[in-house]
């Protein structure tokens, strides 16, 4: 091997190696930066070898911070944080509950088809997985228990429907990958529609089968209530003003009204609005909020500033032209390359965080996807349809690693809220056929591609 070659491969070590001692991902990522890049540097010096590090390198890396810091995509992560977080104290979920109960009270499993179903509309309005993971635990793992659901089932309900939010727009994951690949918002926005209602469907689909199936995991309700009018309209009451909050924030950027970043204004102050209208607004709420808000884009960018000072120092050592020819040289054929780069995704999860994964992984295997021949439409409309294609099936594919152990944070965002009776094994019990559900969903876009690209170019194509 090259001196290079070596020194991606210990760069790739030393990072794994070093997220087991506990120090924060950004300071590791930005660390490892610097200390290869000293290496690479001192081995020019000493050694005679050429390895493209130099003191130019330093500079680059200031320039690339400082365009990160003038990014306007960008901005649109505080305010979409700062709009779910508002939501969550506005109670929009705690209203659509307790309504939403009685409507599907003689469906066996309606209580977890009622989860899921707010699971989507916080999704849509959120984005913020901790939040909505925290706020479906609080209010509906009791209600669950009582009613004498499986606590495999429950939990499992809960953490899926709660990861929801990474897919469905407005999602900031898929923010982040506009932004690393050059691509559209609207257009990633537009395409995830269909792949997050199709999961979304599986999983209703699964409550609903398992349920009929064996009752005894999702027993009825034992004083169920009559169906009356007032229920339906209550419930219209309480999903009216979340719906239009979601439909001017995604209907200004479908539009072409507004930008992502302008709509993300507009979410912040709608949320707000929407906190006052429940009178849910007050000078603590709005701190308390903003405080979060700020505390959650700095821990985003800590890691952004890390990614870029790794990515930066790894690609002066010819560490993406590496793994391109790595993977291109698989005798799997395009689709067979296809699943081993989600297998790498999928096995990441495991270790790390999407965002990191998104920062790192991302941008150097989405060349590889592109020097392959896939068959994938953009209608005659959409940019890099390929590309949309496989940030679909990499979002699909991360979605995972919200409930997959030992990084699975939807998991522990559970468990720090629910019950003590819910074990940990529990909870892992209850997220496998979710996980299975979610590949199932991920091995129909890889074989409809039309799914993440037909939407968008229908859309913008009039």
């Known amino acids: 091997m090259e001196i290079n070659e070596i020194l991606v491969v210990a760069m790739f070590i030393t ?76 109670g929009v979920a705690e209203r659509l509950m307790l309504s939403m109960q009685d409507l599907f009270g003689k469906v066996r499993g309606g209580l977890a088809v009622t989860v899921m179903l707010i699971g989507i509309i916080l999704a849509a309005s959120t984005g ?31 953490c899926s429907a709660g990861t929801l939010g990474i897919l469905l727009p407005p999602s900031i994951m898929l923010v982040i990958m506009a932004d690393q ?9 537009m395409g995830a529609i269909f792949p997050g209602l199709i999961l979304s469907g599986l999983y209703l689909t699964y409550i609903l089968v398992i349920s009929y199936l064996k009752p005894s995991l999702a027993p009825l309700p034992k004083d169920q209530k009559e169906l009356e009018w007032k229920v339906v309209l209550g419930v219209l009451k309480n999903i009216i003003p979340p719906l239009l909050l979601i439909f001017s924030v995604l209907g200004s950027i479908f539009g072409g009204i507004a ?22 607004l007050n000078f603590r709420t709005f701190k308390d909020v903003s405080l979060d808000a700020y505390r959650t884009t700095a821990y985003i960018f800590m890691i952004f500033i890390g990614a870029t000072m790794f990515a930066l120092v790894l690609r002066e050592l010819g560490g993406d032209e590496l793994i391109e020819k790595a993977l291109l040289s698989l005798p799997f054929g395009p689709y067979g390359v296809l699943i081993a780069v989600l297998l790498i995704v999928f096995l ?17 295997l989405a060349p590889v996807i592109m020097g392959l021949d896939f068959d994938v439409s953009g209608y005659g409309v959409v940019d890099e349809p390929k590309v949309i294609w496989f940030v679909m099936l990499v979002a699909i594919t991360l979605q995972t690693s919200f409930l997959t152990p030992p990084v699975g944070f939807a998991l522990f965002y559970l468990k720090g809220v629910c019950p003590p009776e819910i074990k940990l094994t529990d909870i892992y ?12 969903g991920l091995a129909i876009v890889i074989i409809f591609p039309a799914l993440t690209t037909w939407l968008p170019a229908m859309v913008y194509g009039n």
Request: neutral net charge; charged residues 10%; aromatic residues 10%.
């Open 15 to 90: 990072f794994i190696s070093a997220l087991f001692t506990g120090i924060p991902v950004g300071y590791v990522l930005a660390g490892v930066g610097v200390l290869f890049g000293f290496i690479g540097y001192m081995t020019d010096a000493y050694l005679g070898t050429i390895t493209g590090l130099d003191l130019n390198t330093l500079g680059l890396v200031v320039s690339r911070i400082f365009s990160l810091m003038e990014n306007w995509v960008l901005v649109a992560l505080p305010m979409f944080i700062f709009m779910g977080l508002m939501l969550d104290k506005s």
């Open 128 to 158: 913020i997985i901790g939040a909505s993971v925290v706020l479906l635990g609080l209010l509906s793992m009791p209600a669950m228990m009582k009613q004498g659901y499986s606590k495999s089932l429950a939990a499992g309900t809960i």
């Open 181 to 189: 690949l050059a691509l559209s918002v609207g257009d990633l926005f």
């Open 259 to 280: 930008t992502a970043t302008e709509a993300s204004g507009i979410g912040a102050l709608g949320a707000t609005l929407l906190a006052a209208y429940y009178k849910k």
């Open 348 to 364: 990441l999860g495991f270790l790390l965080d999407w965002i990191e994964i998104t920062l790192i992984a991302l941008p150097l």
């Open 429 to 440: 019990k209850g997220v496998i056929p979710f996980i299975l559900l979610q590949l199932l």
